[in-house]
T-cell receptor, first 112, second 107 residues
Framework: DGGITQSPKYLFRKEGQNVTLSCEQN?????MYWYRQDPGQGLRLIYY???????QKGDIAEGYSVSREKKESFPLTVTSAQKNPTAFYLC???????????FGQGTRLTVV | KNEVEQSPQNLTAQEGEFITINCSYS?????LHWLQQHPGGGIVSLFM???GKKKHGRLIATINIQEKHSSLHITASHPRDSAVYIC?????????FGTGTRLQVFP
């Protein structure tokens, strides 16, 4: 079955450590996205990539980094520069402008 | 003011009731999505529409482009419909999300 997979579902890290969240899709989608969700707020765009080896900053990119070396994979690194990293992170992908977006199951990151 | 506003924020209903969730937006869009998020956090896309009306089972979504408004209706609601329903609009390559409507359907 085609889909988009995020791992792990829950992640705990100590303050000051970098952590990388995985997002893989086998839908052959060109575009991939990372969103952050905080209680009482809509999803906010961190980074997105429309093609391999290219990505753009979203609305809240500070403290995050991404790579897009393969079409299937779009990992997100939460760096120690991110001041408030504890949140729920969602990855999404989309085939082209007129198709629906598919979402992963999310990763809940807790930094202690 | 948010670019995508949903109402109500919270909604409780008795099983069998007809549910309506509203979404208003202030930007020009190419499409509007209705999404469902269950307590575990994963999101499922329910509808993508750019005009008119779509129906899938007990779910109906409508959009009025001139009024910049969309509604999601659930007929004969069931406890398993309990979830957060999110409206998102597509502006160029980005999706802009509403804050969601939390629906609780009681037996």
């Amino acid at each position: 079955d085609g889909g988009i997979t995020q791992s792990p579902k829950y992640l705990f890290r100590k303050e000051g450590q970098n952590v990388t969240l995985s997002c893989e899709q086998n839908l052959n989608h060109d575009a991939m996205y990372w969103y952050r969700q905080d209680p009482g707020q809509g999803l906010r765009l961190i980074y997105y990539s429309q093609i391999v080896n290219d990505f753009q900053k979203g609305d809240i990119a500070e403290g995050y980094s991404v790579s897009r070396e393969k079409k299937e994979s779009f990992p997100l690194t939460v760096t120690s520069a991110q001041k408030n990293p504890t949140a729920f992170y969602l990855c999404a992908s989309r085939g082209n402008m007129n198709t629906e977006a598919f979402f992963g199951q999310g990763t809940r990151l807790t930094v202690v | 003011k948010n670019e995508v506003e949903q109402s109500p924020q919270n909604l409780t209903a008795q099983e069998g009731e007809f549910i309506t969730i509203n979404c208003s937006y202030s930007v020009g869009i190419s499409a509007l999505h209705w999404l469902q998020q269950h307590p575990g956090g994963g999101i499922v896309s329910l509808f993508m529409l750019s005009s008119g009306k779509k129906k899938h089972g007990r779910l109906i979504a409508t959009i009025n482009i001139q009024e910049k408004h969309s509604s999601l209706h659930i007929t004969a609601s069931h406890p398993r419909d309990s979830a957060v329903y999110i409206c998102a609009v597509r502006d160029a390559d980005k999706l802009i999300f509403g804050t969601g409507t939390r629906l609780q359907v009681f037996p």
